[in-house]
T-cell receptor
Framework: DGGITQSPKYLFRKEGQNVTLSCEQN?????MYWYRQDPGQGLRLIYY???????QKGDIAEGYSVSREKKESFPLTVTSAQKNPTAFYLC???????????FGPGTRLTVT | DAKTTQPPSMDCAEGRAANLPCNHS???????VYWYRQIHSQGPQYIIH???NNETNEMASLIITEDRKSSTLILPHATLRDTAVYYC???????????????FGKGTKLSVKP
C-alpha cells in the first residue's frame, strides 16, 4: 500500500534535548511538508521541500531543522531552541504544484 | 491568497445531508477552493476541490456560487464516521516554483449525531 508513515506516534522528551521525527513516503511524490498543530488550532507550515536536496522555510521554522537527502524521506529535528515544542506534528507529500496533499498519521511530541 | 470564513461548529443527524458553508469573498480568478477534513488525532484527508464548476466525487459534492464568493461542501448521507473538523482552503496554483503549501484555519467541527 502506498502512503506516508510517521514514527513514533507518541514521543516524550526532556527540555533541552533535540529530537528527530521521522517521515517516509512511498508515493513517489517530489514535494514534502511539515506542519505543526496546537490544540484547537489549524495547521501551521514549518518547512517544505519541492525536490531532493532543497527545502524552504515555512511560517514557523525557528527552532526546527530538516534534511531531504532522499526523495522518500523528510525528517524534522526539533531543536532545544524551539521555545514551545509540545505539539502534534504532521508530515505530508504531494506532486509538484498540486495542493492535494497526503498526510501521515502524525507524531504527538511532549516535552517536559 | 483569499481568506476563508467558516462556522466554528455544526451538528447533523446521521443519514441526513451535511451542508458545510464557506465564505471566500476575496477569491480571485485563479484560486481554487479545496476541502480537507481531519478526524480527531489523525492527519487531514483531502476531500475535493474546484475552480468554478460544481464537483462531485465518491466522498462529497462541492457547490460553488456563480460569483465564486462562497461554496458549500455537501456530504449526502452523513455517518458517525464523518464527525471531523472540515477545512475550506483557497489557494492559487502557481506554475513553476510554487511553494505548494496550504493554509489551514480552524475549520468547522462537524458532529454527526445518531
Amino acid at each position: 500500500d502506498g502512503g506516508i508513515t510517521q514514527s513514533p506516534k507518541y514521543l516524550f522528551r526532556k527540555e533541552g534535548q533535540n529530537v528527530t521525527l521521522s517521515c517516509e513516503q512511498n508515493l513517489n511524490h517530489d514535494a514534502m511538508y511539515w506542519y505543526r498543530q496546537d490544540p484547537g488550532q489549524g495547521l501551521r507550515l514549518i518547512y517544505y521541500s519541492q525536490i531532493v536536496n532543497d527545502f524552504q522555510k515555512g511560517d514557523i521554522a525557528e527552532g526546527y531543522s530538516v534534511s531531504r537527502e532522499k526523495k522518500e524521506s523528510f525528517p524534522l529535528t526539533v531543536t532545544s531552541a524551539q521555545k514551545n515544542p509540545t505539539a502534534f506534528y504532521l508530515c505530508a507529500s504531494s506532486l509538484p504544484n498540486n495542493y492535494e496533499q497526503y498526510f501521515g498519521p502524525g507524531t504527538r511530541l511532549t516535552v517536559t | 491568497d483569499a481568506k476563508t470564513t467558516q462556522p466554528p461548529s455544526m451538528d447533523c443527524a446521521e443519514g441526513r445531508a451535511a451542508n458545510l458553508p464557506c465564505n471566500h469573498s476575496t477569491i480571485s480568478g485563479n484560486e481554487y477552493v479545496y476541502w480537507y477534513r481531519q478526524i480527531h488525532s489523525q492527519g487531514p484527508q483531502y476531500i475535493i476541490h474546484g475552480l468554478k464548476n460544481n464537483e462531485t466525487n465518491e466522498m462529497a459534492s462541492l457547490i460553488i456560487t456563480e460569483d465564486r464568493k462562497s461554496s458549500t461542501l455537501i456530504l449526502p448521507h452523513a455517518t458517525l464516521r464523518d464527525t471531523a473538523v472540515y477545512y475550506c482552503i483557497v489557494r492559487a496554483v502557481h506554475y513553476g516554483g510554487s511553494q505548494g503549501n496550504l493554509i489551514f484555519g480552524k475549520g468547522t467541527k462537524l458532529s454527526v449525531k445518531p
